[in-house]
């Protein structure tokens, strides 16, 4: 019975096993692009080698994958690797030296973008700390304008305007106002800052 069972889930594991691709290169750390006959070297490769690259199902029907290399100061290489019929595929590449000066000239240019491309993203992420500082000081500035609102009230409809408590309520008005043009006034720069950051930001990722 137990040897039933363990045949079982043996033959379970074999057919829900996660098909894999392993690629390494010489040298590595080489972007590894699938699928993709012309891959935008600026963006983010999809692996680095060596790397274990998951199958999907219609990759294991088709029995083959698209990979293609990028590394600097070596030559770009696109191979179209038949896969073996058990669970990890094997694929190693010895690279190539460019020496072709055009070709590291566009390979140093995709990087300067890709860097670029990066920076853009980091900037408009940071952007998101000025807009939420903006967002709190409104809400404090909404706070401040009630409370500076409710003196002024107190204040109007005071019979006695020399007591203490009456010079102790325009004081406080006095201060909720000059709070509320300070909290409003980090508010408008917030925004401009954080409009600004994921302006630049933008305009880089392009």
Not at 30 to 54: K, N
Not at 68 to 81: A, M, N, W, Y
Not at 109 to 122: A, H, N, T
């Amino acid at each position: 019975m137990f040897r039933l069972i363990a045949i079982c889930l043996l033959f379970a594991n074999i057919a829900f096993a996660q098909k894999v691709l392993h690629v390494s290169t010489i040298p590595s750390k080489a972007d590894i692009y699938v699928q993709d006959t012309r891959p935008d070297h600026t963006q983010d490769p999809d692996f680095v080698s060596p790397a274990f690259i998951p199958l999907n199902d219609d990759q294991v029907l088709e029995g083959e994958i698209l990979v293609s290399l990028f590394h600097p100061e070596f030559t770009d290489t696109t191979i179209k690797v038949k896969l073996s019929d058990r669970d990890t595929s094997y694929l190693i590449v010895s690279q190539r030296s460019a020496l072709d000066e055009d070709i590291l000239s566009e390979q140093r240019s995709e990087l300067s973008k890709r860097q670029r491309k990066k920076f853009g993203k980091g900037l408009m992420f940071s952007s998101v700390i000025p807009f939420a500082v903006s967002a709190i000081a409104g809400i404090v500035s909404q706070y401040e304008i009630s409370k500076a609102n409710d003196c002024k009230n107190t204040l109007q409809n005071s019979a006695i305007a020399e007591t203490r408590h009456f010079r102790q309520t325009e004081q406080d008005f006095k201060d909720y106002r000059d709070k509320a043009k300070t909290s409003r006034s980090v508010m408008y720069t917030g925004l401009a800052v954080g409009a600004s950051l994921l302006t630049l930001g933008f305009i880089l990722t392009f």
